[in-house]
């Protein structure tokens, strides 16, 4: 198990970022998988996770915050020497009319999506560059290309994840890291499971697929480019939507 392949997972313990770790747990990955939250079942994730046949740590640490993260890759270097590939998958929504929205509900969802992303980055390229080799993933989303009313925040940080996910593999090219974003549309988690039916209904008719996507079927792709069956992708963004977004 020493010399398999890690993977950093932010956003890890539930939604697409457990259905991205159970993908790269299959594969034979070693786990870092982060959380925010008190409520999440560490003792029982982990045992869930080691019985895939790998190790993992799950470490408690807000994305928002640049020393909780600087901290948290310290600790996944100390147990793994290296990081093979980041996902920044965390995340969260408080959507709102522009007219109604809070200053807070603004910055907090810039501050988690997009900081965030910053945050863990970071702290991991550095490893990444001394060993001339990785593979960053970013989650945006359908709305960070085509908008929505309601989440100009929301929407804002996910276009900022695009910019940010393609000066990257510009950047870390000439050292063979490779950088892309996932752009997933309408999927099935509790980030979702807020909305009602009436409006899931309105969403299905303009999705040509006519249904939600599940997270299995954003972790494969999110798999698919991080390995070598992508090497000559860097850079780009790939939507999982149904063809929602064209
Ligand atoms: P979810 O079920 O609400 O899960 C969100 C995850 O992010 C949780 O693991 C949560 O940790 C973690 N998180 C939130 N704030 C954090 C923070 N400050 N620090 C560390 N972790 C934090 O959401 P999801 O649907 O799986 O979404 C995952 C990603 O996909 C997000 O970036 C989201 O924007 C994106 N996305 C989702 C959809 C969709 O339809 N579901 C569509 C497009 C894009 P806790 O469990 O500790 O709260």
Redesign the pocket.
Known sequence: MEDNKVVLI????????KSIAEKFAKEGYNLVL????DN?QVKELEDYFKNFGIEVLIVK????KYEECENMVKQAIDKFSKIDVLVN?????KDGLIAMMKEDSFNKVID??LK?TFNVTRNVVPYMIKKKSGNIVN????VGIAGNAGQTNYSAS?AGIIGFTKSLAKELSARSIRVNAVA????D????NVLSDKVKESIYSQIPLKRMGN?DEVANVVYFLSNEESSYVTGQVINVDGGMVM
């Open positions: 932010t956003g890890g313990t539930r939604g697409i970022g982060n959380y925010v939250s999440t640490a807000d994305v928002s998958n965390a995340g969260i929504t988690v999506n965030g989650i945006s989303s359908v996910k997933p549309g309408f999927i988690t509790d980030m979702t997270a």
